[in-house]
């Protein structure tokens, strides 16, 4: 279960970047294609926060559909798997999204 580590370096950006303050959500975008369960992430995250200046806050999961525009035809095109091709036929095409992991964004709550 790779999530694992990859919450655990969600984690630890997120208490590097609270610097002393809580944090109270942290948004990250995960790609269909990436490979990444999103159910997993969630799991994982409340028991790899415990005890980190990121334990009780949000996380808020948003997946990204893949989408890629064809060499051929200039088209652009979802693709729910990674066989998919493009209305015109082609396997020439270059990925557009769908493929990435992103820390969106974290939200502080500054020490008083």
Do not use: W, Y
Not at 68 to 84: H, K, V
């Amino acid at each position: 279960m790779h999530e694992l580590s990859i919450v655990c370096s969600i984690v630890e950006l997120a208490s590097q970047a609270a610097e002393g303050g809580i944090v109270r959500r942290v948004t990250i975008e995960i790609g269909r294609l990436s490979g990444v369960d999103p159910e997993a992430v969630a799991f994982c995250f409340p028991e790899v926060a415990r005890g980190t200046p990121v334990e009780g806050a949000a996380l808020d999961i948003r997946e990204v559909e893949a989408e890629a525009r064809c060499d051929i035809c200039g088209a652009e095109f979802p693709t729910p798997d990674m066989l998919s091709a493009c209305p015109c036929g082609s396997l020439h095409f270059k990925r557009l999204r769908g493929e990435e992991l992103n820390v969106k964004s974290i939200e502080i709550e500054e020490p008083a």
